[in-house]
């Protein structure tokens, strides 16, 4: 589903070159959860925006859902982005507009038309049992229910692919596990595969099937995760 092959991106600092990520290769199969670990400035976020070319990679190849993404013009990346859904930390919505406005976003961009986006807008938002705030606004919303609002948003184009930036990191356990709850269902469900970077082994244990170690850009080991133990 997404093929990264020996990719490198550096950022100009004041101290010179930083090299972020450097000559990582990986294969994201279909249908997987895969998660990336390691500690703060390993190199995660970045290789996660390499793989929707948010950043463009310096050397090496970028492929997704079959399609090379990495010297793709602007225009037609942006088309092909709608394969492929983000969420972030810090969830990142539009403060204001209301839920289903900003579920609706995306739509608005694809030029999808408004009586189909509004069943999309509501379908998503059950999806995500948040049916009952699409008026509200993002700051009525408590940390859980704006990720599961940023879930339905990422959900409207209906990607292939999920890329999930710390989704948990700014939630209590509970609410953790209740946000891993529906990333599970959208894998299961819905068939979408997702890559979620976080520094946190307990979110890894729970839902990936596999995760890949980052350390000071280089990509370390990608492993199976065992399931959980029976009873548990
Ligand atoms: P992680 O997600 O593992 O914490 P990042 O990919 O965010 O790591 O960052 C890796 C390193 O690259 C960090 O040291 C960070 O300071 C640096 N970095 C990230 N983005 C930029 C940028 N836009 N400009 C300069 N340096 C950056
Ligand atoms: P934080 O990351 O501090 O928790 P939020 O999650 O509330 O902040 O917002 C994250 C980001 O969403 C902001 O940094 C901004 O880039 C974007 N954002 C918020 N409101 C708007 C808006 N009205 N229009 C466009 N972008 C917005």
Same mark, same amino acid.
């Given at each position: 589903?997404?093929?990264?092959?020996?990719?490198?991106?550096?950022?100009?600092?004041? *101290?010179? +070159?930083?090299?972020?990520? @450097? =000559?990582?290769?990986?294969?994201?199969?279909?249908?997987?959860?895969?998660?990336?670990?390691?500690?703060?400035?390993?190199?995660?976020?970045? $290789?996660?925006?390499?793989?929707?070319? $948010?950043?463009? +990679?310096?050397?090496?190849?970028?492929?997704?859902?079959?399609?090379?993404?990495?010297?793709?013009?602007?225009?037609?990346?942006?088309?092909?982005?709608? =394969?492929?859904?983000?969420?972030? @930390?810090?969830?990142?919505? #539009?403060?204001?507009?209301?839920?289903?406005?900003?579920?609706?976003?995306?739509?608005?961009?694809?030029?999808?038309?408004?009586?189909?986006?509004?069943?999309?807008?509501?379908?998503?938002?059950?999806?995500?049992?948040?049916?009952?705030?699409?008026?509200?606004? +993002?700051?009525?919303?408590?940390?859980? @229910?704006?990720?599961?609002?940023?879930?339905?948003?990422? $959900?409207?184009?209906?990607?292939?692919?999920?890329?999930?930036?710390?989704?948990?990191?700014?939630?209590?356990? @509970?609410?953790?596990?209740?946000? $891993?709850? #529906?990333?599970?269902?959208?894998?299961?469900?819905?068939?979408?595969?997702?890559?979620?970077?976080?520094?946190?082994?307990?979110?890894?244990?729970?839902?990936?099937?596999?995760?890949?170690?980052?350390?000071?850009?280089?990509?370390? *080991?990608?492993?199976?995760?065992?399931?959980?133990?029976?009873?548990?």
């Amino acid at each position: 589903m997404i093929t990264l092959h020996q990719v490198s991106k550096h950022y100009i600092t004041s *101290s010179g +070159p930083f090299h972020a990520v @450097q =000559s990582v290769s990986l294969q994201v199969e279909e249908g997987e959860i895969h998660g990336i670990i390691g500690a703060s400035g390993a190199g995660k976020s970045t $290789l996660l925006r390499l793989m929707n070319v $948010l950043e463009r +990679p310096d050397e090496g190849n970028v492929i997704v859902n079959g399609e090379e993404l990495t010297r793709m013009p602007e225009k037609r990346l942006r088309e092909s982005r709608r =394969s492929i859904g983000m969420i972030f @930390q810090h969830y990142h919505l #539009v403060h204001n507009r209301t839920v289903s406005g900003n579920v609706a976003m995306p739509l608005e961009l694809a030029g999808v038309p408004k009586k189909e986006r509004a069943e999309r807008v509501r379908e998503c938002l059950q999806f995500v049992g948040l049916a009952d705030k699409a008026e509200q606004y +993002p700051a009525q919303l408590s940390g859980g @229910q704006k990720q599961r609002v940023a879930i339905a948003r990422a $959900l409207a184009n209906r990607p292939a692919v999920l890329l999930c930036d710390e989704p948990t990191s700014a939630l209590d356990p @509970q609410t953790t596990a209740d946000i $891993l709850g #529906v990333l599970r269902e959208i894998n299961r469900e819905l068939g979408v595969t997702i890559v979620i970077v976080t520094h946190d082994m307990d979110v890894v244990r729970s839902i990936c099937t596999r995760v890949s170690e980052m350390r000071d850009g280089h990509l370390l *080991s990608t492993k199976r995760v065992a399931g959980p133990a029976v009873g548990s």
